[in-house]
C-alpha cells in the first residue's frame, strides 16, 4: 500500500508559478505510474499529466502543455508537478495518484491510491 501526500498549493497570480511535489510513503515508489489530476467546483475530476514508472515517458492534457512539467525522483520518492504561466483556469484542488501498472492512464478509476489533494488559487 502507497501513502500519498502532495504540497506545495497555494495562492498565485496569473503568469505566476507554482511546483507540487507528492512525497509517497514505502519502497516501491518506482513500481508505480503516477499522475496528476485536478477538480474545480462544480466540475469533474480531470487528467492534467502522468508519468511511467522510470520517468522516461510523460502524458499531458492539452490544457497544460508547454505550461506544466511532471518529473519524478525515485531515489527520493516524491513526484512533481511544475506549474508556469497559471491562468485563473488552473484553480482546482490538485491530487496525486499512484497506479499499479507499467501503461500511463489518463481515467481517475484506473488508478489506485489518492492524496488529499492541494489547493491551488490562481487570481486574475
Known amino acids: 500500500q502507497v501513502q500519498l501526500v502532495e504540497s506545495g498549493g497555494g495562492l498565485v497570480q496569473a503568469g505566476g508559478s507554482l511546483r507540487l511535489s507528492c512525497t509517497a510513503s514505502?519502497?516501491?515508489?518506482?513500481?508505480?505510474?503516477m499522475g496528476w489530476f485536478r477538480q474545480a467546483p462544480g466540475k469533474e475530476r480531470e487528467f492534467v499529466g502522468a508519468i511511467s514508472r522510470s520517468g522516461g515517458r510523460t502524458n499531458s492534457a492539452d490544457s497544460v502543455k508547454g505550461r506544466f512539467t511532471i518529473s519524478r525522483d525515485n531515489a527520493k520518492n516524491t513526484f512533481y508537478l511544475q506549474m508556469n504561466s497559471l491562468k485563473p483556469e488552473d484553480t482546482a484542488v490538485y491530487y496525486c495518484?499512484?497506479?499499479?501498472?507499467?501503461?500511463?492512464?489518463?481515467?481517475?478509476?484506473?488508478?489506485?491510491?489518492w492524496g488529499q489533494g492541494t489547493q491551488v488559487t490562481v487570481s486574475s
Open positions: 495518484a499512484a497506479r499499479r501498472d507499467f501503461l500511463v492512464a489518463l481515467i481517475p478509476s484506473l488508478y489506485d491510491y
Open positions: 514505502g519502497r516501491t515508489f518506482s513500481s508505480y505510474v
